[in-house]
């Protein structure tokens, strides 16, 4: 079941990296983890709150690109697992959705053994290149879905 343990694998990459970024700016208030709003300053200052403010942004957008990515993931692992063992495996539920869309890595993407290119890639390129994603460029042009 190679292809299944490649597609576990690349979950895991992906989980890894989203841990990673995640856990950057992230509070537990109970049982419950947060991300921090590290944009509010005690004191006023406009130039220091607009480099907090882009600076949040940026991370909640990776942090939306990553869950994003996660789902792509999943349907991966349940592609694998309905094509080497298990034709009926998960056919009832379905795919695995985020707001009503089916997030999926594109037929090229899926012939990779890891479509998940790692941390600095996917936040510098990759998740631009996505079909959905919410992050900017940097040059400051929105990109893609966020459909």
Known sequence: YREIVAALNNFRAVLAGFLHTFMNHADQQGKMYFTLEFYRIPKWNP???EA??????????LVADFVL????????VC???????????????????LHGSRPEYTENERTQEMPFPGLKEFEQTTRFERAEH????????????RS
Do not use: I, K, M
């Not at 907090?52 to 957008?61: K, P, S, V, W």
């Not at 592609?79 to 959705?97: H, I, Q």
């Open 69 to 76: 990515e996660l789902t792509r993931a999943a349907n991966l």
């Open 52 to 61: 907090r403010l882009q600076e949040f942004n940026t991370h909640t957008d």
């Open 47 to 49: 130039g220091l709150y």
């Open 134 to 145: 919410y992050g900017e460029t940097e040059e400051g042009e929105a990109e893609g879905a």
């Open 79 to 97: 592609d694998r697992v309905r094509e080497s063992l298990d034709p009926a495996f998960r056919l009832e539920e379905g795919a695995v959705v």
